[in-house]
């Protein structure tokens, strides 16, 4: 229970500084002497593309980052000056789809949270689903993200707490595996996700210290 409390404690916490335009810890963004271009406050989630280029959210200065993985060089490519569209707020985990657009969860939009879609050339930002956008159960937290080997989105919500679906035209939610859904040793705090080579998917759970594995047709839950 102490680290479930923790860990709302810091997503509060993060809201609380993001939200309220306090930036983090305050400050100038400092990233030593190695590349060049604005540096990081608080980087808390990292993706690759295709390309090999890293991306980076960080937290403190509410904005989604392009790094050279060579010369460490750093480039802002979504935040409040940099893209069109809807503003982050507090921005948590992020994933790739095929096409290579970002899908990104937000804990601050819509009314427990939501998803962006941000076009890696412009950092146009889109609001994909949230309780304003798209039909199904809302979201409670949603924190982790993975798309699936045929597109659809997969997000790991905290406080539902469950394994939600995503359509990615729609925006559309399902209940993937979660409380009546799937058989299985239920979730106490699912925090991470990601895919499998075989399709099923893996789900860390920060409050039972564990790995499951859900298949994604049934939603049956087996510890790894």
Request: charged share 20%.
């Given at each position: 229970m102490r680290k479930l409390v923790l860990m709302f404690s810091l997503?509060?916490?993060?809201?609380?500084?993001?939200?309220?335009?306090?930036n983090g810890g305050g400050g100038t963004p400092d990233n030593?002497?190695?590349?060049?271009?604005?540096?990081?406050?608080?980087?808390s989630a990292v993706a690759v593309e295709d390309d090999g280029n890293i991306l980076v959210i960080d937290a403190g200065t509410i904005a989604l980052?392009?790094?050279?993985?060579?010369?460490?060089?750093?480039?802002i490519i979504s935040d409040a000056v940099t893209g069109a569209g809807p503003q982050l707020v507090v921005p948590l985990e992020l994933a790739l789809e095929g096409s290579g657009n970002i899908v990104m969860t937000d804990a601050g939009i819509g009314d427990a949270g939501g998803i962006f879609r941000i076009l890696p050339g412009s950092g146009n930002r889109t609001v994909l689903s949230s309780s304003d956008v798209g039909s199904g159960p809302d979201f409670a937290l949603p924190i982790g993200?993975?798309?699936?080997?045929?597109?659809?989105?997969?997000?790991?919500?905290?406080?539902?707490?469950?394994?939600?679906?995503?359509n990615p035209l729609t925006g559309e939610?399902?209940?993937?595996?979660?409380?009546?859904?799937?058989?299985?040793?239920?979730?106490?705090?699912?925090?991470g996700i990601d895919v499998a080579g075989d399709g099923s998917i893996l789900v860390t759970d920060f409050g039972l210290e564990l790995v499951f594995s859900v298949d994604p047709?049934?939603?049956?839950?087996?510890?790894?």
């Open positions: 997503i509060v916490t993060t809201a609380f500084f993001n939200i309220g335009g306090c030593g002497d190695i590349g060049d271009g604005p540096g990081f406050r608080d980087p980052y392009r790094v050279d993985p060579l010369s460490g060089d750093r480039q993200i993975a798309v699936a080997q045929d597109g659809l989105i997969l997000v790991a919500d905290f406080s539902l707490p469950g394994v939600m679906s995503v939610r399902a209940v993937v595996s979660g409380d009546g859904i799937g058989s299985g040793l239920g979730f106490e705090a699912p925090i047709s049934t939603g049956d839950r087996t510890i790894v």
